[in-house]
């Protein structure tokens, strides 16, 4: 019988309303960044057994992740990023929290990227 090595849960363009960046003038304005998240939940998809208790819960992922991203203005977006990935690891169990952060930023440049993986 195959064995899965790694299984995911993902949400991707996740939009966070927040205060960030090291001006004060661009902290003063509610910027929306976009996350990509992935997580690595402790519980093997075939032993869910279709239970919402067994897996992590994406719809309270992107709620709480939402009000982290507004508790605060922060600097940087490494910061905001390494919030994220620890919070879902400490607070839904997640054995690996994978958070890409996005946002537009610069004239003439596509978005500025952080990317964190952690591992519990």
Do not use: N, W
């Not at 949400?11 to 090291?22: A, E, F, N, R």
């Not at 902290?27 to 998809?45: G, K, Y």
């Not at 919070?87 to 500025?112: W, Y």
Request: net charge negative; with cysteine.
């Amino acid at each position: 019988m195959p064995e899965s090595l790694f299984q995911s849960i993902a949400l991707k363009d996740l939009q966070l309303p927040c205060h960030i960046g090291v001006p004060a003038e661009e902290r003063a304005q509610i910027q929306v960044l976009l996350a990509d998240i992935s997580l690595e939940p402790a519980t093997a998809f075939a032993e869910m057994e279709e239970r919402l208790e067994r897996t992590i819960d994406y719809a309270a992922v992107a709620i709480r992740l939402r009000a982290l991203a507004a508790q605060r203005p922060r600097l940087l977006l490494e910061t905001l990023a390494d919030e994220m990935a620890r919070c879902l690891i400490d607070e839904f169990g997640a054995l690996q929290a994978k958070v890409v952060l996005r946002k537009m930023i610069l004239p003439d440049c596509g978005p500025a990227v952080v990317s964190l993986q952690l591992r519990a």
